[in-house]
Nanobody, 126 residues
């Protein structure tokens, strides 16, 4: 069974930084598409950033471009999301998810095919 564990969330002031980690057990990310998603209270889940384990190609939603960076640490079987210049509107529960065997960056594919972690809370104070 695929297992994903997120860590690194917390409380930070606006303008600050956090680094989220998504660590996989029982599989490696090489053939997976991995995504970070977030859900704020009362809002729908949204896609934040994705990376293809196969090609290394990446995706960022417009609101995080230039502030967030997704990367893979193959030695630790971990996908990182470096979040800089955080804003109060970034406050949400952040989830990582992984889809096996296809290169996809769509929320629909991750929700229908993917394995998900339990989430980590990110709170940005103004």
């Amino acid at each position: 069974e695929v297992q994903l564990v997120e860590s690194g969330g917390g409380l930070v002031q606006a303008g600050g930084s956090l680094r989220l980690s998504c660590t996989a057990s029982k599989f490696t990310f090489d053939e997976y598409s991995i995504g970070w998603f977030r859900q704020a209270p009362g809002k729908e889940r949204e896609r934040v950033s994705c990376i293809s384990g196969r090609s290394g190609s990446t995706y960022y939603t417009d609101s995080v471009k230039g502030r967030f960076t997704i990367s893979k640490d193959n030695a630790r079987n971990t996908v990182l999301l470096q979040m800089n210049s955080l804003r109060p509107e970034d406050t949400a529960v952040y989830y990582c998810a992984a889809v096996d065997g296809i290169v996809t960056f769509t929320l629909r594919d991750f929700e229908s095919l993917g394995s998900w972690g339990q989430g980590t809370q990110v709170t940005v104070s103004s």
